[in-house]
Structure formats: structure tokens, C-alpha cells
């Protein structure tokens, strides 16, 4: 009965020695070729230790603000349900915010405004297609290598075609994966994190501080544009109560001319339904004209008010990031030597197969 208990257990025995077996055989080869993978390990070494040191430092400009909800608390819980009934947007402001700062329309404005860099006056986008040397890497492209940028390109609809895209390939290269724009929030502390890195310094400070100003322009006109539109639907609903109400006073000043002083029991019930809806329409409009005087104050601060408060504003000198030689000269040794032994690993067991 308990046979196959043995064998399996003799079988499994067997299998654990030539496992050690073939450990200790690895750990002879290795010593045995140490010298030639030692080499190649010193010579991986020198080449982390390389890469490090011909790598550029690059400079991370980072920016920290928070968001300001809108204006006053006061009038802004009060008129809540309002605002959400004329058009308020729904969800939270720091999502909002971050999306934002990675649209093509704020990082668009960015790349076609001109700032001064080394001496030179010229666009964001042709300042970073300098730097990058896409120039080169466009030649090869027969569209791309036709796109060229002037002062006057302010509007990418109105782009040729190359223009289009390489300023598409651009903001890709801003804002994609692995983007040079950086932004994140902090759900506890309301604050927002915006960073650019690149090697040259100048240039992500200027790209920093122009992404947070067309930002403040964003919801400063956003703030101005909602007041407005809330505004005119409350003017118009002002008008038509105010309308509806003068019809009932009207109406009601008919009804009483032509009892000439004898009231009827009909007249007075007819009397008094017109005396309660003109209390109704008072009531109506007195609270559209305290919205809406509301909204106009409103409107009148959003155009002198920021929707941002900056807490943190990057300056030079920035300290630069760059790798570790240390860490990349042993990394490279420790993946030349895993890569010389495995070789020589393949090369035995290659010479085994063809012997066999």
C-alpha cells in the first residue's frame, strides 16, 4: 500500500540532489571563469558610470497653489441650488483644475507666447523645437520638416498642415505620459502641485509661470463668462414677472372700474384671486430682483478677482537632478556580469546538447 508513497518520495529525494548538484556545478563555473566575468562586469561599470556623467542635469520648476471656490461663502451657499439651476458645473474643482492645466487650450497659448531665453526673443514652441533639436530629427519627415513658427501664429486652427503637426507633436511631448508638465493635488490640503522639468532651467521656469498665468486667465474669464450668462436668464425672467405681474394689476384695476363701488360676491372672489396673485408675482419678483442684483455683484468681483492663490513660485537658481553615479556604475556592473554569466551558462549548456 504504501509503494508508490516510497517511489514518489525517492523520485522527489532525487530531483533535490540534482538540483544541489547543479547549484554547486553553477557556482563552479562561475569561479572558474570569475576573471572573464569580473571584466565584463568593470567594463558595464564604466559604462553606467559614463551614461551618468554624459547625462545632463535637468531643473524641475514647481509652482503650488490652491483653488479658490468662488466668491463670497456667504452669497456663494446661499445662491447654490441657484447657480446649479442656471448652469453650475458639477464636480470638484481640483479635478477640474488638473485638467485643465494639461488641455491643449492652456498649453497651446503657452507654447505660442514669447518670452526672452539665452538672449534670444522667439515663441515657447520654437525656444523647446531649439532644444530638443527636433529640427534634426524632423528632416527625416517630409511634412514635419516644412513646419516653421513666427510671432504672428497665434491661432492653431489657422495652421498648414505641417504646422499642425508638429505643434500636436509638441503638446504631446508636454503633456503625455511622459510629459514634461507635471501636475497632481493634494486631497487633505486643497493644494495643487504644477512642475515642469527640463535640462535647460530658464526654460521651465518660463514655462511654469506661463502655464500659471494662462491658468488665472482661465477662470478669471470663466468666472466673468458664468456671472454674465446668469445675468441675462435672470434679467429675462425678471422682466417676464414683472410683466405678468403688471397684466394681473391691470386686470385688477378693470374688475374694480367696472363694479363702480357695488361688489357682487362673484366680483369679490374674482377680486380676491387677482389680489393673491399679484402677492404671489410680488413675492417672485422680489426675490429674481435680489438674485439677480447678486449675480451682477458677483460679476462685477469675478473680473477683479483671481481664482488662484499662489502659495510657492519657482526662481533660479533651481537645483539640478541628475543621476547617480554611483548607482549606475554598479547597476551596470551587476547587469554586465548577470549577462557574462548567463552566457556562459548557454555556451555549456549548448556544448552538452551538441555532445549528446
Do not use: C
Not at 554624459?54 to 514647481?62: G, I, R
Not at 463670497?72 to 448652469?87: F, H, N
Not at 361688489?263 to 438674485?291: C, F, H, P, R, W
Amino acid at each position: 500500500m504504501n509503494q508508490p508513497t516510497e517511489i514518489q518520495a525517492h523520485e522527489d529525494e532525487i530531483s533535490l540532489k540534482d538540483l544541489i548538484k547543479m547549484i554547486q556545478s553553477w557556482f563552479g563555473l562561475l569561479w572558474k571563469n570569475i576573471i572573464p566575468i569580473a571584466i565584463v562586469g568593470i567594463l558595464g561599470g564604466v559604462a553606467g558610470f559614463y551614461f551618468a556623467f554624459s547625462h545632463k542635469p535637468v531643473y524641475k520648476a514647481e509652482s503650488n497653489f490652491i483653488v479658490k471656490e468662488g466668491g463670497p461663502s456667504g452669497i456663494a451657499s446661499s445662491l447654490g441650488s441657484l447657480g446649479s439651476l442656471l448652469g453650475g458645473s458639477g464636480g470638484s474643482s481640483l479635478d477640474r483644475t488638473i485638467a485643465v492645466i494639461g488641455s491643449e487650450k492652456v498649453i497651446g497659448k503657452v507654447l505660442l507666447s514669447s518670452v526672452n531665453l539665452g538672449g534670444s526673443t522667439d515663441l515657447i514652441l520654437n525656444h523647446y523645437i531649439k532644444l530638443e533639436k527636433l529640427g534634426e530629427k524632423w528632416k527625416k519627415d517630409t511634412t514635419l520638416s516644412k513646419a516653421t513658427f513666427n510671432s504672428i501664429d497665434t491661432i492653431p486652427t489657422n495652421f498648414s498642415f505641417p504646422q499642425r503637426k508638429a505643434f500636436k507633436a509638441v503638446v504631446a511631448a508636454l503633456i503625455g505620459e511622459k510629459g514634461i508638465i507635471g501636475k497632481s493635488f493634494d486631497k487633505k490640503s486643497g493644494i495643487v502641485t504644477l512642475s515642469v522639468t527640463h535640462s535647460n532651467e530658464d526654460f521651465a521656469i518660463a514655462v511654469n509661470e506661463l502655464i500659471f498665468s494662462e491658468l488665472r486667465i482661465f477662470f478669471r474669464d470663466q468666472a466673468s463668462e458664468t456671472a454674465n450668462m446668469n445675468v441675462e436668464i435672470l434679467t429675462k425672467k425678471v422682466d417676464s414677472i414683472q410683466g405678468e405681474l403688471n397684466a394681473v394689476r391691470r386686470q385688477l384695476a378693470r374688475k374694480t372700474d367696472q363694479s363702480l363701488g357695488l361688489l357682487l360676491n362673484e366680483d369679490k372672489v374674482d377680486l380676491k384671486s387677482l389680489a393673491v396673485k399679484e402677492q404671489i408675482l410680488l413675492t417672485m419678483y422680489g426675490e429674481a430682483q435680489k438674485n439677480l442684483e447678486t449675480f451682477l455683484f458677483m460679476g462685477q468681483s469675478a473680473s477683479n478677482s483671481t481664482a488662484l492663490n499662489l502659495l510657492d513660485a519657482p526662481y533660479s537658481p533651481l537645483t539640478p537632478t541628475s543621476k547617480s553615479k554611483i548607482l549606475y556604475s554598479v547597476a551596470g556592473f551587476m547587469l554586465a556580469s548577470f549577462f557574462a554569466f548567463g552566457f556562459i551558462l548557454l555556451r555549456r549548456w549548448y556544448k552538452n546538447l551538441m555532445a549528446s
